[in-house]
């Protein structure tokens, strides 16, 4: 499928002297999946070497939910777009600004 525009009609520039850096902010969403991704593994670390973790009845069934959970909670917060640094949340702001002018047209 052919796109009917060219790149160079829908690419905004951005300018960043006009971009209020104390705006840009690590969002809530990036700070919950990366706080689940950290104790998800440290849990499943500590279940792999049989340290003290969540108390269930049954052993196997706690060590198939916690891997569940740990590879779930894995692939979610590595498959967002997790900006933590300036040079991203700028990249972010570029992102969204080209997204934006490519359903405006």
């Known amino acids: ?3 009917s525009y060219t ?3 829908n690419v905004e520039i951005i300018d960043l002297e006009e971009t ?3 705006d840009l902010h690590v969002t ?3 700070k919950i999946r990366t706080a689940l991704f950290f104790v998800a593994w440290v849990n499943q670390v500590f279940a792999f070497f049989g340290a003290p ?5 049954f052993a ?6 916690s891997t569940v959970a740990a590879f779930g909670i894995s692939i979610w917060a590595w498959w967002k777009n997790n900006s933590f640094t300036i040079h ?8 969204d600004a080209a997204k934006h002018a490519r359903h405006a047209a």
């Open 53 to 57: 973790t969540l108390e269930l009845d």
């Open 1 to 3: 499928m052919e796109a």
């Open 60 to 65: 196997e069934v706690y060590g198939v939910v």
């Open 7 to 9: 790149e160079a009609e």
């Open 28 to 30: 809530i969403e990036t």
């Open 20 to 22: 209020d850096l104390d």
């Open 88 to 95: 991203a949340l700028i990249g972010d702001v570029a992102k």
